[in-house]
Each structure stands twice: as structure tokens, then as C-alpha cells.
């Protein structure tokens, strides 16, 4: 993901963005189609239909970056998931 700008405050400012709400970060095209993939793969992954990898295709994403970011978004669930059923809590930093 490609920072807007230079300094440490934009960098601050795209984080708390990205951390709150992705759609209000400023973001490439290309950025925010692959985050539209990602959040409708994690909120409602059964509605994820052919048009939406055309989409990742269509912003210049090849087949091998489409993989990966199905394969990161699926194993960030499935590891979460294992965690909240396991019972894990994070260590207090």
C-alpha cells in the first residue's frame, strides 16, 4: 500500500484511517478495490461471486496477486477464529 505524501503525521493519519474505517483513507484505485474484496471476503464471503475477482483483474491485479490476497484474508480469519475458540488472549504489551 503506497503512502500519500511523506512525514510521519500522514503516515499517522492513514493508519488511524485504515484502522477505522478503510473507505475514508486515502487510497489508490487499485488499494481500495483489493480492500472491497477483502472486507466483503471477511463480512459475507458466500456473496463473493466472479465479478468480484474481475474487479481485483480489471485493477491490475494477475492471478498470483489474486491468490494471495484470498489465501491472506482466509488464514488471518481461520487463525482468529482458532483463537477465539481456543479461548486466546492477547498478552498485554
Same mark, same amino acid.
Not at 474505517?21 to 483489493?34: F, N, P
Not at 483483474?57 to 498470483?64: C, H, M
Given at each position: 500500500?503506497?503512502?500519500?505524501?511523506?512525514?510521519?503525521?500522514?503516515?499517522?493519519? =492513514?493508519?488511524? @484511517?485504515?484502522?477505522?474505517?478503510?473507505? /475514508?483513507a486515502? =487510497?489508490?484505485?487499485?488499494?481500495?478495490?483489493?480492500?472491497?474484496?477483502?472486507?466483503? =471476503?471477511?463480512?459475507?464471503?458466500?456473496?463473493? +461471486?466472479?465479478?468480484? /475477482?474481475?474487479?481485483?483483474?480489471?485493477?491490475? %491485479?494477475?492471478?498470483? @496477486?489474486?491468490?494471495?490476497i484470498?489465501a491472506?484474508? +482466509?488464514?488471518? +480469519? %481461520?487463525?482468529?477464529?482458532? @483463537?477465539?475458540?481456543?479461548? /486466546?488472549? =492477547?498478552?498485554?504489551?
Amino acid at each position: 500500500m503506497e503512502v500519500r505524501g511523506s512525514g510521519d503525521d500522514q503516515q499517522e493519519e =492513514l493508519i488511524s @484511517a485504515l484502522s477505522s474505517d478503510y473507505r /475514508v483513507a486515502q =487510497l489508490s484505485s487499485t488499494d481500495r478495490v483489493m480492500l472491497d474484496y477483502v472486507a466483503k =471476503l471477511t463480512k459475507s464471503p458466500s456473496e463473493i +461471486a466472479r465479478r468480484d /475477482v474481475e474487479g481485483l483483474r480489471e485493477a491490475g %491485479f494477475d492471478d498470483r @496477486a489474486i491468490h494471495d490476497i484470498c489465501a491472506i484474508t +482466509a488464514y488471518y +480469519a %481461520f487463525v482468529n477464529r482458532i @483463537a477465539d475458540g481456543l479461548g /486466546v488472549e =492477547l498478552e498485554q504489551s
